[in-house]
């Protein structure tokens, strides 16, 4: 998209499809574009960096495969007249199942709503905008996030469509790891990558020590670390919460003692051991500790690699419902742990979720993002997040 937009033809460029959509996999890739001369830009589009192979070339429409780092990846674009946009951004938007509903309910009202507008007839009274697309069936705007037919239209006709968390919402990263244990930035590094996020605050959350393989700290390593952000604090604009990533055991207890853990800002407890037997009743004894805070990653699962462990989330939601507790969203884009659906049944349990990135360099503080798109999948709003806050404290009450 950047380099469309370095074309001087082209006025406008969205993506559609499960990316616009934010899904936490995405297929082929497809962008909409507007513009001066439609053929000008096909032909700038086919020629982009990295591109293996032309499929197919018009004057409106053109696909390409490109080469990314492990794979290709096909990418359609279309340029459209300015008086259609809208209809052809909401109809290669999608999802399928939102579509279909929607364009049931025009036909019921005497309309048709396809990719070139909303006809009354062969009168085409709406179409520029997704706006003007919604409005003639009697909607409000819906946010691509939330198209997936479970329940967003019913929500929409009632005037209840949530004010959806948004990136600039997002005062603070709750979940990085240093050189301390096995991230790559130092201290220094996080908190001033952090204030280019205009970030108030992040959290350290190095491993404990049972966690060798990832390089856990000891408590005397992490004393150290936590001396060392008390001096940084001093002369620091973002302010650095002192944190750790505890281990859960399998008998439940955590890694660090009580009075290890009561000297920190905030305590992440998480599973990365015994993923064959069922670690619900693990996780709750890790909620019902006074000095846990946050579960990270509470599936446990890895999108690329591995199902999450057996776990039963509706348990851990009700007992972090009664301890105060936070759950995690992980941002870390092959975790986005806790998923969308369960993210809904949390919001509707009163439970309340972090954005950590999970990041082990300062820059993958920027997956935030994928947090983001996946909080509003969720149905999150601003104040069901705890780092929308300007400043965190624990327990929260």
């Known amino acids: ?18 990316l616009r959509r934010m899904k936490e996999t995405v297929g082929d890739i497809d ?32 696909s390409i495969l490109v080469r990314t780092d492990r794979e290709t990846r096909q990418i359609d674009l279309r340029i459209l007249p300015q008086e259609s946009f809208g209809a052809a951004l909401q109809y290669f938007t999608g999802s399928k199942e939102h579509n279909i509903k929607l364009r049931r ?21 709406a179409g520029r905008t997704e706006e003007e697309v919604y409005k003639a069936v009697g909607l409000p705007y ?3 996030e939330l198209r997936e037919d479970r329940g967003e239209i019913e929500v929409g006709y009632k005037g209840e469509i949530p004010k959806l968390i948004d990136i600039a919402d997002i005062k603070g990263d709750l979940h990085v790891h240093s050189n301390y244990s096995d991230g790559a930035s130092t201290l220094q590094e996080i908190a001033e990558f952090a204030k280019s996020l205009n970030y108030k605050y992040v959290a350290i959350c190095d491993h404990s020590k049972s966690v060798n393989y990832a390089g856990g700290l000891s ?33 439940g207890d955590l890694d ?48 690329s690699r591995r199902e999450g462990y057996k776990v039963d989330l509706e348990a851990v939601i009700k007992r972090a419902k009664k301890y105060n507790k936070i759950l995690e969203l992980n941002a870390y884009p092959d975790r986005l742990d806790l998923d969308d659906k369960n993210l809904r049944r949390t919001k509707e349990s009163g439970v309340r979720v ?3 990135t999970d990041a082990h360099t300062a820059t993958e503080m920027r997956w935030m993002r994928y947090g983001v798109g996946t909080a ?11 780092n929308t806050l300007d400043e965190v404290i624990f327990p929260q009450s």
Not at 274 to 281: A, H, I, N, P, R
Not at 376 to 386: A, F, K, Q, S, T
């Open 354 to 356: 972090s954005i950590g």
């Open 105 to 125: 309910i025009a036909r019921e009202k005497g309309l048709k709503i396809n990719e070139y507008g909303v006809f009354q007839g062969k009168n085409r009274i």
């Open 142 to 144: 819906i946010p691509p």
């Open 376 to 386: 509003r999948r969720g149905w999150l709003e601003r104040n069901d997040v705890i």
């Open 1 to 18: 998209m950047k380099y469309l937009k370095s074309n001087q033809d082209v006025e406008q460029v969205i993506p559609a499809g499960s």
């Open 219 to 251: 408590e005397e390593k992490l004393r150290r670390q936590m001396i060392e952000i008390e001096r940084l604090n001093t002369d620091q604009e973002v302010k650095i919460l002192r944190g750790t990533e505890v281990d859960i055991l399998k008998n």
């Open 256 to 303: 660090f003692p009580d009075e290890v853990l009561e000297e920190l800002d905030l305590v992440v407890a998480a599973v990365h051991t015994g993923f064959k037997q069922d670690v619900t009743d693990r996780i709750i004894k890790a909620i019902e500790n006074p000095n846990v805070d946050i579960i990270a990653h509470p599936s446990g699962r890895l999108i």
């Open 31 to 62: 962008i909409l574009a507007t513009g001066i001369d439609g053929k000008k830009i096909i032909d700038h589009f086919i020629v982009y960096p990295n591109t293996e192979r032309v499929i197919a070339s018009g004057d409106t429409k053109a």
